[in-house]
């Protein structure tokens, strides 16, 4: 069973800096079935990348995915506030689904 | 654009089982599949299992084989989520989610409390 870690756990950052948050999964998966999410409290979770390093609809250029293999990263290039959240990483291995623990993005 | 709309909060005692509903507002579950997962106070995202709709079957995580079905009802255009056995453990928010592009989910329900409480 795949197990992801999310790193760091907390990350503390101001509006205009930029955050990487990392997504390390337990043995390398296809880079095709790793998404990411965005979750604030009283919302359901927002899609922002799938596979990897596409952007989901709407999702603003700041986002960006990268990685394979066993690493994964997610970017924001200058946080606005409203992005203060916590950002989970999922992986698909048909036929299961896994999230990581989730690393919160505070100001 | 398809909104999922969940059934409203819930209050049950250990031992006993929980439905939650998910209807597809504004558009159709066919060829969807479904999935269900719960956010635990205080912890994090948790897949609990999910629909096959080609297969008309469902697939499930470990932890909730034999306590949890998935079911859709495609004239009705809601999915269902049945849980079993309730413990304090399972008091969380329940969230139904469609399966997007590269097995993501790209469209989610509001999210139901449920809470076990004697």
């Known amino acids: ?107 | 654009q398809v909104r999922l709309v969940q059934s409203g909060a819930e209050v049950k005692k250990p031992g006993s089982s929980v439905k939650v509903s998910c209807t597809a507002s504004g558009g159709s579950l066919s060829s969807f599949a479904i999935s269900w997962v719960r956010q635990a106070p205080g912890q994090g995202l948790e897949w609990m299992g999910g629909t096959i709709p080609f297969f008309g079957s469902a697939t499930y995580a470990q932890k909730f084989q034999g306590r949890l079905t998935v079911t859709t009802d495609e004239s009705t255009r809601t999915a269902y989520m049945v849980l079993t056995g309730l413990k304090s453990e399972d008091t969380a928010i329940y969230y139904c989610a469609r399966r997007g592009p590269a097995a993501s989910f790209d469209n989610w329900g509001q999210g139901t409390l449920v809470t076990v409480s004697s």
């Open chain 1, 1 to 107: 069973e795949i197990v992801l870690t999310q790193s760091p756990g907390t990350l503390s950052l101001s509006p205009g800096e930029r955050a990487t948050l990392s997504c390390r999964a337990s043995q390398s998966v296809s880079s095709t079935y790793l998404a990411w999410y965005q979750h604030k409290p009283g919302q359901a979770p927002r899609l922002l990348i799938y596979g990897a390093s596409s952007r989901a609809s709407d999702i603003p250029d700041r986002f960006s995915g990268s990685g394979s293999g066993t690493d994964f990263t997610l970017t924001i290039s200058g946080l606005e506030p409203e992005d203060f959240a916590v950002y989970y990483c999922q992986h698909y291995g048909s036929p299961v689904y896994t999230f990581g623990p989730g690393t919160k993005v505070e100001i």
